[in-house]
C-alpha cells in the first residue's frame, strides 16, 4: 500500500467517527451577470450523480437511512421537491444530461452494454464546453456513453478519467485510467472509495484554473455494495450500504473543498440518474426505474453555490437535467452549444426561485424504440401509450411492446402525485392542448423516433384497458362473464 493510499485510509476511518452535520445559514441571491467579466471569478463545478438513487432514498427526502452530509449539502443550498431525469435508465439519462437533449437526438438508447459505441460525435458535451472555455475537466467513477475508440471521456471533452466503463451488474468490469485498463476485472466492493480517493486528488492538487469534476457514484444500482468498512453497517441491507458511503463520500468531498478555500466559488450539484430499480424508495411517486410514471424519472436534486443559491430552501418548481447544460453555461461564461437544445436557461428559478417557464418535457420508454408515453406541461401530464409488463413494479420478462392507449390519460401531478386519478373527462381541452403539443414536439426528433411515433398509433391496446394499467391486448372476443361500461374509454 503506497504512502498516498495509508493516507486516505486512515483519513476515511477517522472521517467516520467525526460529527457530520453542521448548520448552515441563509444566504443572499444577488446577480452573477458581473462575475462572467472576468475569468478568474468564475465558478467551478462538482457534478456528483448516482446510479438508480430513489427520490425517497436520502434522509432530507423522508429516508431513515441516515444521510447526515447529504442532509448538510441540502441545508447549505437549495432542496428541489420536483426534479426530473430526462430519461428513466443509465445511459439516455447520462447522455441527455451531459447535452441538454433527448436522448433519441444523439441516438443514445436506454442502456449500453461492453463494446458499444455511445452519443453521436457531432454532440458536444457539457465537458467539451467547460474545456474550451479553459476550465480542467475530470471524470470518475461510472461513464457508461461508449467504452470503444472515440467514445471514452477523454474523447468527449475531458482531460482525465479514472473509473468504470458501464454498470457494476456487467462484466468484467475494468478500472480504468483514461484508456488505460488498471484491472481488468475490479473489485466492485471498493468503487465508491476509490471514487473518493480521486476526487480528493483533484481537490487538493493545487491547480487553480477553474474545474469541472464528474463524480459519477456506481451505487446503489443492482447489486449495490460497500467497503469493508460500510458493509454491513446499515440497518438496510446492502442498498443502505451503499447510500451511507456515499453519503460519507459527499462528506469527504465537501471538506477538502472548504480546505481548498474553494468552496464558497464552486457549484455544488447533486443527484442521480433516475428512479430506484427493485430496491430503494421512490418516495411518494409511481413506478421506478424503467417507468414513465414520475417514479422512474423524480430523483434527488441538491445545488449549492454560496451567496447565489438560496440557503435552507425547499422548491416546489418543476426543474430537469436538460437544463444543467445551458445554466451552467450561463453562469460559467461557456460557449452556446452549436445544436437546438431541449433544456433552457434555469437561472431565474435557481437563484431567485422564479417559477419556471411551461415548456413541454417529453417522457421517452426504454423499451423498444424509445418511444414517447407522455407529455407534460406543468403540473399536467399527458399519457397517450404504455408499455407490457408490470408497470407498478418495473420486472417485465420478455417485455419489448410499447401500445398507444385507446384514449388519453391526464393526471394533475400537483393534486395527485401518484398519478392514481385519470382526470382526462373533466379536461378534455387540457387533453386536445397537450396532444397538439406532442405531436408538434416528435416533428422535431430524428426521422427513426418519428417513424416509431407513427408505428405506435397502429398498435392500439383493447378498449377493455383500465385507466392506469398495462395494455389489454385482446385476440378474440371478451370472456361471457365479462362486463365492461359503454362510456369507460
Known amino acids: 500500500m503506497s504512502q498516498d493510499r495509508r493516507t486516505f485510509v486512515k483519513s476515511m476511518a477517522a472521517s467516520l467517527m467525526a460529527p457530520a452535520l453542521r448548520t448552515a445559514t441563509a444566504a443572499p441571491t444577488p446577480d452573477i451577470g458581473s462575475q462572467q467579466d472576468a475569468a478568474k471569478t468564475r465558478p467551478n463545478v462538482v457534478l456528483m450523480i448516482c446510479d438508480d438513487l430513489g427520490y425517497g432514498d436520502l434522509g432530507c427526502y423522508g429516508s431513515a437511512i441516515p444521510t447526515p452530509n447529504l442532509d448538510r449539502l441540502a441545508a447549505q443550498g437549495t432542496r428541489y421537491m420536483r426534479h426530473n431525469s430526462a430519461h428513466p435508465i443509465c445511459s439516455a439519462s447520462r447522455a441527455a444530461l451531459l447535452t441538454g437533449r433527448y436522448a433519441p437526438r444523439s441516438h443514445t438508447p436506454g442502456a449500453l452494454f461492453p463494446h458499444s459505441k455511445g452519443v453521436d460525435k457531432n454532440e458536444r458535451t457539457l465537458a467539451n464546453l467547460f474545456k474550451d472555455a479553459g476550465y480542467q475537466t475530470h471524470a470518475i467513477g461510472k461513464w457508461h456513453l461508449g467504452d470503444v475508440d472515440g467514445y471514452w471521456p477523454t474523447d468527449r471533452g475531458f482531460h482525465s478519467f479514472y473509473g468504470v466503463p458501464y454498470s457494476d451488474d456487467m462484466k468484467p468490469l475494468p478500472l480504468m485510467r483514461n484508456v488505460t485498463s488498471l484491472d481488468r476485472d475490479t473489485d466492485r466492493d471498493e468503487l465508491t472509495p476509490r471514487y473518493t480517493e480521486e476526487a480528493l486528488k483533484v481537490l487538493e492538487n493545487g491547480d487553480k484554473r477553474p474545474f469541472f ?84 424519472v423524480r430523483v434527488p436534486f441538491l445545488i449549492r453555490w454560496t451567496d447565489h443559491i438560496p440557503a435552507a430552501t425547499v422548491s416546489g418548481e418543476w426543474s430537469n437535467h436538460l437544463n444543467l447544460l445551458p445554466t451552467l453555461s450561463h453562469w460559467c461564461g461557456l460557449s452556446k452549444s452549436r445544436l437546438p437544445l431541449d433544456g433552457f436557461d434555469a437561472s431565474a428559478t435557481f437563484l431567485h426561485g422564479d417559477p419556471a417557464p411551461a415548456k413541454p418535457v417529453l417522457y421517452f420508454t426504454p423499451v423498444g424504440n424509445m418511444v414517447v408515453h407522455c407529455i407534460r406541461v406543468g403540473a399536467w401530464k399527458l399519457r397517450v401509450a404504455q408499455s407490457d409488463g408490470q408497470i407498478y413494479i418495473n420486472d417485465r420478462p420478455g417485455s419489448t411492446g410499447n401500445y398507444l392507449l385507446p384514449k388519453p390519460e391526464l393526471y394533475n401531478l400537483h393534486t395527485d402525485p401518484m398519478e392514481s386519478y385519470d382526470v382526462a373527462k373533466k379536461h378534455p381541452e387540457i387533453v386536445r392542448q397537450l396532444q397538439t403539443q406532442l405531436d408538434e414536439e416528435i416533428q422535431t426528433f430524428p426521422q427513426e423516433t418519428q417513424q416509431a411515433h407513427a408505428a405506435l398509433q397502429k398498435n392500439v391496446a383493447s378498449v377493455v384497458t383500465p385507466p392506469g394499467a398495462t395494455p389489454r391486448i385482446l385476440t378474440g372476443p371478451q370472456p361471457d362473464w365479462a362486463w365492461e361500461p359503454e362510456d369507460r374509454r
Open 213 to 296: 469534476l464528474y463524480l459519477a457514484y456506481s451505487y446503489p444500482h443492482d447489486p449495490a455494495r460497500g467497503s469493508k468498512a460500510f458493509k454491513g453497517r446499515s440497518q438496510f441491507g446492502d442498498v443502505g450500504d451503499s447510500i451511507e458511503e456515499i453519503d460519507w463520500s459527499v462528506g469527504m468531498v465537501m471538506d477538502a473543498l472548504a480546505k481548498s478555500g474553494r468552496a464558497d466559488n464552486t457549484v455544488v450539484i447533486f443527484t442521480s440518474d433516475h428512479g430506484p430499480w427493485f430496491q430503494g424508495s421512490a418516495g411518494k411517486t409511481r413506478g421506478r426505474k424503467g417507468s414513465t410514471f414520475e417514479g422512474g
